[in-house]
């Protein structure tokens, strides 16, 4: 069975654990949007911490952080899944990302992730995924 989730306007964190269990439990998990999934805290801080981490190390050796946007959440739910076990390889397989509403996506009903909405959040600070990755030097073609 596929789920589809939308990742619009939901907090990228709690959209990436659930997203992790899912494929844990041999789901198959497809997120459409993944340019406008939210990160909460003030932007310069956001900007801030994501370009120290893209800056880290050597360029030869990692680590490697995607400025795509559906590459970057789904480096978000790696870090949600045992990555040395089996198990974990073979769930972040089962996990798709999307830039947009691919074809073949559009009509199907999306799976609601409860309690991840940013509408919720304490505070109006927030980035989305799309805005990080604009500034750390991605290009793509928005919809």
């Known amino acids: 069975m596929m789920i589809i989730i939308d990742a619009t306007n939901l907090i990228a964190g709690r959209l990436a654990t659930t997203a992790a269990k899912q494929a844990l439990l041999l789901e198959e998990v497809s997120i459409i949007n993944a340019e406008k999934a939210v990160i909460s805290g003030d932007k310069t801080f956001v900007f801030a911490r994501y370009r120290q981490r893209v800056d880290r190390g050597v360029h030869a050796k990692g680590p ?5 946007p559906d590459r970057f959440l789904r480096r978000i739910i790696r870090g949600m899944l045992p990555m040395a076990n089996t198990r974990g390889r073979e769930a972040y397989k089962r996990i798709l990302c999307y830039i947009g509403t691919p074809e073949e996506f559009k009509g199907k009903e999306t799976f609601k ?23 750390l030097g991605a290009k793509w073609n928005e919809y």
């Open 64 to 68: 490697f952080i995607p400025r795509m």
């Open 113 to 135: 992730v409860i309690g991840a909405d940013a509408n919720k959040l304490p505070t109006v600070k927030k980035v989305t995924v799309g805005e990080i990755c604009k500034f």
